[in-house]
């Protein structure tokens, strides 16, 4: 399964240790470890040990791979953790984060659920741009950074799938400023984003890159934006050049009665339901672009998975994040495909959660069908909403639906923001295997276009 481990709210410090059994549990939750390693959030691991006495016996032990070779799982951590510390003892420890304790140091653990979030954490990019007195705009990743009330904010520059506007005034920009940018395939749209390197001031939290040089080392992110904001003058040009060119967007065309329920209706609907007291996460697949539309009111979480984009990944993210933010009502999106690989809505619904989970049923794995289409994107459909309660079983508070039209669709919101407020609310919503976003059809056919290189051969 892909891993997700339960972490703290995001960007308020380190996570609540996750803990697990020697090898069988570790690499179980190796993804996962790779993922939070990928976007940067902090997390600790404790894994427990064989017991000492069985070091050096050559025994084989269970939950092992059947060798009495004891470091296996160590090396693997290795590479996608920042520190590794092995503990053979309570009282004494080597110098070799991913921590190692004999299992009867373990035994004192007991599975609870974190009450409270974690500690404050440094954000260095909110409030940004209004210091600088710069055009708030952001890339794909930053959305959560920036608030989008800001009367000058313009959107998020994703290249040709980003905001309308948005990217015209970027890359026509004299130079352009990115604060901790990852340019991956995925957010330069298959290498395909129109900056030139020579104009771009990269920050990075430790660096700081001008151009194709030079870079300059041991630079704080913070420190330089500090002073950047007491050296640049106020310059208005790229907004009024954005105003000009502004036309607001249309809305997508009222539906017939009854008529089968399309996404970008969906997403007219969850926009609506969207406050300071509620959260999104953003299932890897096109709810990355259906969410990088939404519009997110002051104090809206939002959380979604762009560099490791390992599928599946929301729905147990979904119970970490209600776990640590229990005032928030959490709205997940997520597609059939990436459900059918996650199984964490039985601990969301013993947690008590009542976060609103909208599963979007189109028969498969639609991000691929628009990078490379084939018969392995097709999926065996479940009766969802039958499985769901079938995990309820009459026990805690869940409540589910199954959606057709919009009809259906307005009544089953009503009834989750309302009569089933304090409930786990499962939406299954029926839509056309084809009925995708104008920006996943973009992204898929660059992205395509990226991966089907020929070979250069050296």
């Known amino acids: 399964m892909p891993g997700t481990p339960r972490t703290g709210m995001p960007g308020r410090?380190?996570?609540e240790p996750a803990w697990l059994t020697f090898t069988v549990g570790g690499l179980s939750v190796l993804n996962a470890i790779a993922g939070a390693y990928s976007e940067n959030l902090p997390l600790i691991c404790i894994v427990g040990g064989p017991n000492t006495n069985d070091y050096g016996t050559n025994r084989i032990l269970h939950h092992t791979i059947g060798l009495p070779d004891f470091s296996q799982e160590f090396r693997c951590f290795q590479t996608v953790t920042c520190h590794q510390i092995e503990q053979q003892t309570r009282a004494r420890g080597s110098s070799r984060c991913s921590g190692r304790l004999p299992e009867q140091s373990c035994e004192a653990s007991h599975d609870r659920r974190a009450k409270t979030p974690s500690g404050k954490g440094l954000c260095c990019f909110c409030g940004t741009s209004r210091c600088l007195r710069l055009r708030p705009g952001r890339d794909a990743l930053g959305k959560r950074a920036r608030p989008e009330c800001h009367p000058h904010?313009?959107?998020?520059?994703?290249?040709?799938?980003g905001t309308p506007f948005c990217g015209e005034i970027v890359e026509s920009a004299d130079a352009y400023i990115f604060v901790g940018p990852i340019f991956n395939d995925y957010s330069s749209v298959g290498y395909s984003l129109l900056l030139k390197k020579e104009k771009a001031v990269i920050v990075q939290p430790d660096r700081v890159v001008i151009g194709h040089g030079p870079t300059f080392g041991c630079v704080l992110m913070k420190d330089f934006l500090q002073e950047l904001a007491k050296k640049i003058n106020k310059n208005t040009a790229a907004f009024e050049n954005y105003k000009r060119i502004f036309v607001p967007e249309g809305q997508p065309r009222k539906s017939e009665p009854k008529e089968p329920l399309r996404v970008n209706v969906l997403f007219q609907h969850i926009q609506k339901m969207l406050s300071s007291d509620t959260a999104v996460i953003a299932e890897t697949g096109d709810s990355w672009f259906n969410c990088q539309k939404l519009k997110l009111p002051e104090g809206c979480g939002y959380e979604f998975q762009m560099q490791y984009g390992s599928i599946g990944w929301s729905v147990g993210a979904t119970l970490g994040y209600a776990?640590?933010?229990?005032?928030?009502?959490?709205?997940?999106?997520?597609?059939?495909?990436?459900?059918?690989?996650?199984?964490?809505?039985s601990t969301m619904i013993r947690c008590g959660q009542h976060t609103i989970i909208f599963l979007i049923n189109n028969g498969g794995y639609t991000i691929e069908v628009e990078i490379h289409d084939g018969p392995y994107n097709v999926i065996k459909n479940w009766n969802y909403t039958g499985l769901v309660d079938a995990i309820h079983n009459g026990e805690g508070?869940?409540?589910?639906?199954?959606?057709?039209?919009?009809?259906?669709?307005?009544?089953?919101?009503e009834t989750a923001t309302g009569e089933k407020q304090d409930c786990l609310c499962f939406i299954e919503?029926?839509?056309?295997?084809?009925?995708?976003?104008?920006?996943?059809?973009?992204?898929?056919?660059?992205?395509?276009?990226?991966?089907?290189?020929?070979?250069?051969?050296?």
């Open 13 to 15: 410090g380190v996570s």
């Open 153 to 161: 904010f313009m959107g998020t520059y994703w290249g040709a799938v």
């Open 323 to 345: 776990q640590s933010v229990p005032k928030k009502r959490v709205i997940a999106c997520i597609g059939d495909g990436s459900f059918q690989v996650t199984h964490n809505v």
């Open 397 to 413: 508070k869940c409540w589910t639906a199954k959606v057709n039209c919009e009809e259906e669709l307005i009544a089953a919101i």
């Open 429 to 458: 919503l029926i839509v056309h295997k084809d009925d995708t976003s104008r920006e996943l059809l973009e992204w898929g056919s660059r992205v395509c276009s990226a991966n089907s290189r020929p070979p250069n051969l050296q």
